[in-house]
């Protein structure tokens, strides 16, 4: 029998961070079924929540099974205005969100480096940095 080690409050947190996350893309998926189109089944995720201009935007990065497969990138959550006294109904949409033209990028070598491609791809459409992000591994 292998003894079991104790989980520390650090990765506690990290776990119950990325299952938070999974919990948000599975929600984003079941209200754009679309998305699951363009992320072949059996792809590795990784996730990042950003804030920009009082906005949240969820990325999802992935990458197929196949083993010469890159990751490619894409905006999977919906972007809500988090200003105070904003609501979703209410709150003003950044440009790419009405047109429906959400950012994407392809072929990078780590999940880290395509999310960081997304951010700088929307960071540039907005002609603003973020003011904040987490990020997850895969």
């Known amino acids: 029998m292998t003894a079991q080690r104790d989980i520390d409050p650090a990765e506690a947190a990290q776990i119950t961070e990325r299952i938070g996350q999974t919990f948000d893309f599975v ?4 209200a754009n079924p679309r998305m699951l189109e363009e992320i072949p089944n059996g792809s590795t995720l990784g996730f990042r ?3 920009i201009e009082d ?5 999802t990065a992935y990458r197929p099974k196949q083993p010469d497969a890159q990751w490619d990138a894409r905006v999977s ?11 979703i109904e209410t ?5 790419w969100v009405a047109t429906g033209r959400y950012p994407t990028v392809a072929g990078y070598e ?7 491609a997304l951010e700088a ?3 540039a459409t907005e002609q603003t940095e973020p003011k904040t992000r987490r990020a997850v591994g895969a």
């Open 110 to 116: 780590t999940a880290e480096a395509a999310l960081d």
């Open 121 to 123: 791809a929307i960071s």
């Open 77 to 87: 959550g919906p972007v809500v205005d988090t200003s105070p006294g904003q609501s």
């Open 55 to 59: 906005q949240h935007v969820r990325l």
């Open 27 to 30: 929600r984003d998926a079941i």
């Open 49 to 51: 929540d950003i804030l």
């Open 91 to 95: 709150g003003r949409q950044l440009p």
